[in-house]
């Protein structure tokens, strides 16, 4: 049995990892924390009845007290940094899936887990049409390099553009270089920011946020005389749970953070 606790287990994401723990057999539940919802039992949250496990406030305390070999994290971009740095240093295998972190974050968190020789996974998206969504986008830029993403999240989220749309720039910089000139270099932005955000190579990155949606993006390329748009659609959270169990197993035989779930998917 993999024992875990989730992090941020009062909000939306937190309350479907925990439902989903709970329904697996080789995975176990043993701690919850939140800022908020202190002493609610998770049970009621995940439409399980009592379960015993409390959320608390106190994330070393609990680290220390059930000692887990895994911390899923959906909590936000304000506290998910130094979360990590806490789990790294009780030897828990930190399951991030909140995004905001900066690279220079990342660089330091990746450090540290080598350092301690501690396995872990920050995934921007652990959705894996996602995933394949944004391995497909890097396949196609070596025949259609002009290429624009819109994402599109709920009007809660915090950071744009998204953590996935970042990802898919890197990967498709990755595979198709920075030299790409893309628009024209007469273009006139009349309103600012309406060419949306500007990635190295030239890719635009749209970030929408409305009520009513959950995560989605589309990858649109552009070549002589025809389009090519890949896109992946989350209708619920749910969609993130099978990537969100992946990354907890995988991790358990992980002496580093890796960035990016599609690192163990594709492997």
């Known amino acids: ?92 295998r930190p399951v991030i899936g909140t995004t905001g972190l900066s690279p220079e974050q990342i660089n330091d968190i990746v450090a540290y887990s080598e350092n301690l020789g501690v396995g872990g996974l920050i995934a921007p998206n652990v959705a894996i049409g996602a995933l394949l969504m944004m391995k497909f986008a890097a396949e196609a830029s070596r025949h259609f390099p002009h290429v624009e993403i819109i994402e599109l999240h709920h009007d809660q989220k915090l ?35 309406a060419r949306g955000g500007e990635f190295a190579g030239g890719i635009r990155i749209h970030s929408v946020r409305l009520p009513g949606l959950v995560a989605h993006q589309e990858v649109i390329f552009g070549g002589l005389g025809q389009t090519l748009t890949i896109r992946h659609d989350s209708i619920t959270r749910e969609s993130f749970m099978p990537g969100v169990l992946l990354g907890i197993r995988k991790v358990m035989r992980l002496e580093r953070v890796v960035y990016g779930l599609d690192r163990l998917l594709f492997e």
């Open 1 to 92: 049995m993999i024992k875990v606790i989730v992090t941020g287990a009062y909000g939306k994401m937190g309350r479907e990892v925990v439902k989903s723990v709970l329904r697996t057999e080789d995975i176990e539940l043993v701690g919850a924390v939140d800022s908020v919802g202190e002493g609610t039992d998770v049970g009621s949250l995940a439409e399980a009845g009592s379960t015993g496990i409390i959320i608390e406030k106190d994330l070393e305390e609990v680290l220390m007290r059930v000692r887990p070999d895994a911390a899923v994290d959906f909590t936000g971009p304000h506290s998910v940094y130094n979360n990590t740095m806490i789990y790294l240093k009780h030897r828990v």
């Open 159 to 193: 950071d744009a553009p998204s953590g996935t749309a970042i990802k898919t720039a890197e990967a498709i910089i990755e595979e198709r270089g920075t030299e790409i000139q893309q628009g024209s270099a007469m273009e006139v932005e009349r309103l600012a920011g």
